[in-house]
């Protein structure tokens, strides 16, 4: 059927199936209105509103005529094919209806031949091969060591990690890094401060923790003894000066706390490529930024400090280096990115930041380009908004842990009220601390990314509405289907499959249209980077799969032809809601 069409640069019809019907509707549209070309009307062919598969808006090809008559000359002989069954003309429009029955096998077939078939040997359904040869590093997560992981860190890792496994799915290589808060005058407060509140016995049990206390008690310390600060500098100073008995217990508070968070890291379903730190940019680099900005006359005295001038910008004085000649992030993260391109050669370098650092990252942007580096244009802030109000239920400060433990714990005791499937969960508690990170997730990538939220316990972990847990209870139903039909299963070659009895159901036409718009779903992401579109298919997906139950049955079938196609249909529904859930960085459940 594929094979009857012409092919328009930039479609793939082999990963998307939609892409097909689309080119046909494409042909269609310019074979009746010369000089259109096949390429401009594919342009034109936009998802319809509800009802609606696809529309022609025909104003936007600024053809001469009327739109009545050049309308007229698209339907006047219209015949139905394999992939169209209807044009309708309402006004400026023309609206498509997809041939039903070719829509329904053409998608189910697309999906289980690219998830278990798939020539790679992954699963490779919605996914495309775009940044083929390109190289993405990215940065996210970034917590400080010595400080608790907060909020904003969490927003950062759950962003980051879409984005790493997105670009993935399009082809890209993706390099990521965790660039860890593990250097600056903080560590020279923990140093005067662990003589006296540290204990290498609460080092060992937690070191981010237990860092985190003696920060808080040598700081408040400092606010009534100034001689702390001042003390504390001198321990940094000696630390950027590389000398070796300041530095040693830094090293090892590093590398405990670098090990702590992998373990967190690892329940969240996230991993870096590359765990490096502030600690690590080079000071030639750094130094060599510096000389660079002075050549330019960018850089001004201020009682010893360097300040960069950016007012012709709109973007303020920045700080480089503090008067007593230490270095400060934004030194540091100008040498880091030198650094990187000199090992990278990305073609693309993303930082995910809270957008309150907007200023931060165009100053820092700004300098880069000003300095004539070719690739400057290459780097990109991608922010977002302030998480309100999290903390624990007691209202305690907040560390990542907690906050997992906590959600774990109320599903834990929602699950134990279902005794009977309860004792049916080989491993209740990584059930529900996989129903809780979901929750945590999905309320955070539901909105538009640069959008505050307020952090809310019992909205997260609902199974009313649209919420994470919701999502799991979806999947785990459909991977229930096998388990309750074994009489269908195993189920024969998609070839021996008959689904034309699902032609007459509006719900399957539903879940299959759906799924067959998951590739673009994703394409559409990676031109926004906002997880939010994906989590929207998600759960429209879930809910037209939820709408289907009643009357789209499988057991109590009495015609195994039907049953089989609509056992089909649930399963790769689940196929693809399980790969929308992995590109969000959850991990699926098959039981609940």
Not at 190 to 201: A, D, L
Not at 238 to 253: F, H, K, T
Not at 446 to 471: C, H, I, Q
Request: charged share 25%.
């Amino acid at each position: 059927m594929i094979s009857s069409l012409p092919s328009v640069l930039g479609t793939d019809p082999s990963s998307c199936i939609l892409d097909a019907f689309r080119i046909a509707i494409a042909k269609r549209v310019s074979d009746a209105l010369p000089p259109l070309t096949l390429e401009q009307a594919y342009t034109g062919v936009d998802y319809g509103k509800k009802g609606v598969d696809f529309t022609v808006a025909l104003p936007r090809f600024r053809l001469p005529g009327k739109p009545n008559d050049l309308a007229q000359k698209v339907t006047s002989d219209f015949q139905p094919d394999d992939f169209i069954s209807s044009i309708t003309h309402d006004r400026q429009f023309l609206h498509f209806q997809l041939n039903t029955a070719s829509l329904i096998r053409e998608v189910l077939n697309q999906i289980h031949t690219l998830t278990y078939d798939s020539p790679t040997g992954n699963a490779s359904y919605g996914t495309n091969t775009s940044g083929a040869g390109k190289k993405l590093v990215i940065e996210y997560s970034s917590p400080n060591i010595a400080k608790s992981f907060h909020v904003g860190h969490l927003r950062s890792t759950i962003i980051g990690a879409f984005l790493d496994n997105l670009y993935k799915a399009c082809g890209w290589e993706v390099i990521s890094l965790n660039y860890l808060g593990d250097w600056g005058t903080q560590f020279g407060m923990i140093t005067t401060g662990f003589e006296k509140y540290g204990s290498q016995k609460e080092l060992e049990k937690d070191a981010i923790k237990h860092l985190y206390d003696v920060y808080v008690k040598v700081s408040k310390d400092a606010d009534s003894d100034p001689n702390v600060k001042l003390e504390a500098a001198k321990w940094f100073k000696r630390m950027e000066d590389g000398d070796e008995s300041a530095l040693a217990n830094w090293r090892v508070w590093r590398e405990m706390s670098v090990k702590k968070y992998t373990e967190e890291y690892e329940r969240l379903n996230v991993s870096f490529k590359v765990y490096t730190g502030e600690s690590e940019v080079g000071k030639e680099w750094q130094d060599r930024a510096l000389e660079r900005l002075e050549a330019m006359g960018l850089i001004s005295d201020a009682d010893g400090a360097k300040l960069v001038d950016l007012e012709r910008w709109k973007l303020g004085k920045a700080v480089l280096r503090k008067a007593n000649g230490t270095s400060i992030y934004l030194t540091r993260d100008l040498g880091g990115a030198i650094e990187r391109w000199e090992k990278y050669h990305f073609d693309k370098m993303i930082y995910v930041v809270a957008s309150q650092q907007d200023l931060h990252l165009s100053q820092f942007f700004k300098m880069l380009s000003l300095m004539d580096f070719p690739w400057a244009d290459r780097l990109e802030h991608v922010n977002y908004g302030l998480v309100l109000g999290m903390s624990t239920r007691k209202g305690t400060a907040v560390f990542l842990d907690q906050i997992i433990r906590e959600a774990s714990s109320v599903m834990h005791e929602q699950m134990k009220r279902n005794e009977v499937k309860y004792n049916n969960i080989e491993d209740p508690e990584m059930v529900a601390r996989e129903v809780g990170i979901t929750g945590i997730k999905i309320q955070d990538m539901a909105a538009k990314r640069v959008n505050n939220y307020t952090f809310n316990w019992d909205r997260m972990l609902s199974f009313e509405g649209d919420t994470g847990p919701y999502l799991q209870y979806a999947h785990v139903r459909l991977t229930s289907m096998e388990r309750k039909n074994p009489e269908l299963i195993p189920l024969p070659p998609p070839s021996q499959i008959d689904t034309s009895s699902l032609a007459s159901s509006q719900h399957a036409r539903d879940i299959a249209i759906l799924l067959g718009s998951y590739p673009d779903v994703v394409k559409t992401a990676l031109k926004t980077h906002e997880p939010s579109g994906v989590v929207t298919f998600a759960f429209r997906l879930a809910h037209a799969i939820s709408s289907a139950w009643e009357t789209l049955i499988v057991k109590g079938e009495e015609d195994t032809e039907k049953a089989r196609a609509r056992l089909w249909l649930y399963l790769c529904a689940r196929d693809v809601l399980g790969a929308a859930m992995r590109l969000l960085s959850i991990r699926p459940l098959e039981r609940m």
